[in-house]
């Protein structure tokens, strides 16, 4: 009962964060805005411009995105998180909701090809995995055996795991969206994928 309370709480704070966390940023810097704009327009017209804040604050999301996206911006954003993950309890919580976020980014998809099913930690107990990619050759020279790279990802927030190299006929692969995975890691197994079986083959 009480493990079952526990996996609740940490999955309603795995789906409630980043949620929370967007919408209270979002309200401040709209608050913000409006604020400083209805003062700035307040000395050329009396009349209020309504939408006015929440234009300017689509601008600067838009403006944020496009610095983010080059280097001058990312290195901004680089000291951004190395100045907040030096403050207690607020690193935490931007840490927390920023891996989450990045769980479901097209990168992470792109990173996790396929989800599978694999024997871990130990003979008749599975774990849902993600393909990673082929072994190299050092490690298939080593064993004599075609070895796949599967992560299986720790759990609700799966941005780290265990790296598994395992051969490629011992894991099942399943019929089954990324998204789908992450998921079904992310709220601890309560919301259930619709998974398909697939053969010993990768798609």
Do not use: C
Request: aromatic residues 10%.
């Amino acid at each position: 009962m009480k493990r079952n309370l526990r996996n609740y709480l940490l999955t309603g704070v795995a789906v409630l964060l980043p949620a929370a966390a967007t919408i209270f940023v979002l309200w401040k810097l709209f608050s913000l805005v409006d604020g400083f704009a209805g003062k700035l327009v307040s000395y050329f017209t009396p009349y209020r411009i309504p939408g006015l804040g929440v234009v300017i604050t689509v601008l600067i999301i838009l403006l944020v995105g496009v610095l983010a996206t080059n280097v001058i911006g990312k290195r901004l954003l680089a000291y951004w998180e190395a100045l907040v993950f030096r403050i207690p309890l607020v690193n935490t919580i931007y840490r927390t909701a920023k891996e989450i976020v990045d769980t479901f980014s097209e990168e992470r998809k792109q990173v996790f090809r396929q989800v599978v099913l694999v024997e871990f930690p130990r003979r008749g107990s599975w774990a849902v995995g993600f393909l990673v990619g082929e072994a190299g050759e050092s490690f298939r020279g080593a064993t004599g055996r075609e070895l796949v790279k599967v992560l299986v990802p720790h759990v609700p927030v799966p941005m780290s795991g265990f790296l598994l190299l395992v051969p490629k006929e011992e894991i099942i692969f399943l019929d089954l969206p990324v998204e789908e995975g992450l998921r079904f890691i992310v709220s601890t197994g309560i919301i259930e994928p619709s998974s398909k079986r697939g053969g010993n083959n990768a798609s």
